[in-house]
């Protein structure tokens, strides 16, 4: 079945510098569609991007991600990391075929230090 | 908008016993889920629901059943709690296809 593998557990950086988790996935389809879900402290996951184009770059709140269905991968990036970027990030895959079950990754952990 | 009610907060069971937990929402969604979450392991998909009457298993329905009892609301039942299941598990709801999911809280269940 649709898998998704992320950056492994924790990620800390200083407060400027760029952000890059990682994210590639797995599936027999051709048409995925790639999310990335973020969950602040005490708080439920909500979505931040998705994509299904190709490489296209989605944008928001000062994120970016394109997916490269060449490569199967879907990396976050942001240019400055900011302290309330810390938070924990999930990948995850949808498709049609698969009745859109939405398939998400074991999360990476950003914690961002002044 | 909407919002995603999920109860009991705080799920404290026994060994063996079996536990319900509850999902509303009033998004008027047609898709619900039950995720689970587990630290180090990410949200795993236990059930599904496309419509109202209807259920798909997920990756981890074995010692769950669910219940779509109508389309506002989607139960989760433990059939016998286990003291290594303890963890948060999720309700989210859809318009379907490939659109944004919404999460309630999520209910903490603790195993004696």
């Known amino acids: 079945g649709d898998s998704v593998t992320q950056t492994e557990g924790l990620v800390t950086l200083t407060e400027g510098l760029p952000v890059m988790l990682n994210c590639t996935y797995q599936?027999?389809?051709?048409?995925?569609?790639l999310f990335w879900y973020v969950q602040h402290l005490n708080e439920s996951p909500r979505l931040l991007l998705k994509?299904?184009?190709?490489?296209k770059r989605t944008e928001h709140q000062g994120f970016h991600a394109t997916l490269h269905k060449s490569s199967s991968s879907f990396h976050l990036q942001k240019s400055s990391a900011q302290l309330s970027d810390s938070a924990l990030y999930y990948c995850?895959?949808?498709?049609?075929?698969?009745?859109?079950?939405?398939?998400f990754g074991t999360g990476t952990s950003l914690l961002v230090d002044p | 908008g909407g919002i995603i009610t999920q109860t009991p907060k705080f799920l404290i069971g026994q060994e063996g016993q079996k536990l319900t937990l509850k999902c509303q929402q009033n998004?008027?969604?047609?898709?619900m889920y039950w995720y689970r979450q587990d630290s180090g392991k990410g949200l795993r998909l236990i059930y599904y629901?496309?419509?109202?009457?209807?259920?798909q298993k997920g990756d981890l329905s074995e010692g769950y059943d669910a219940s779509r009892e109508k389309k506002s609301s989607f139960s989760l039942t433990v059939t016998s709690a286990q003291k290594n299941e303890m963890a948060v598990f999720l309700c989210?709801?859809?318009?379907?296809?490939?659109?944004?999911?919404?999460f309630g809280k999520g209910t903490r269940l603790t195993v004696v």
């Open positions: 995850a895959l949808s498709d049609r075929h698969m009745g859109y079950k939405l398939t």
């Open positions: 989210a709801s859809s318009t379907g296809g490939n659109t944004e999911v919404f």
């Open positions: 994509s299904f184009t190709d490489n």
């Open positions: 629901s496309i419509t109202e009457n209807d259920l």
């Open positions: 599936t027999i389809y051709s048409n995925p569609f």
């Open positions: 998004f008027n969604h047609d898709t």
